[in-house]
């Protein structure tokens, strides 16, 4: 009696994608960000920093992937 294969293509569902896992968003990373954003020099790379501490505070808890 041999054993039944599976193919992971029958268990995987065509959507799912891999993605590497690039960083936890906690509280400590915002603050990061915004503590690059006080310290940029150029008036375009602030504005940028807290936009992207802020958009970023709104999903603390998840993964940021790649």
């Known amino acids: 009696m041999g054993k039944k294969r599976v193919n992971k293509k029958d ?7 891999k993605y590497i896992v690039a960083q936890e ?3 400590d990373f915002v603050l990061e960000i915004y503590e690059k954003a006080k310290r940029a020099r150029s008036e375009k790379k602030k504005t940028e920093y807290l936009a992207l501490a802020e958009k970023l ?5 998840k993964l940021l992937v790649e």
């Open 11 to 17: 268990l995987v569902p065509q959507t799912m994608r």
């Open 25 to 27: 968003i906690t509280s």
């Open 57 to 61: 505070s709104k999903h603390i808890g």
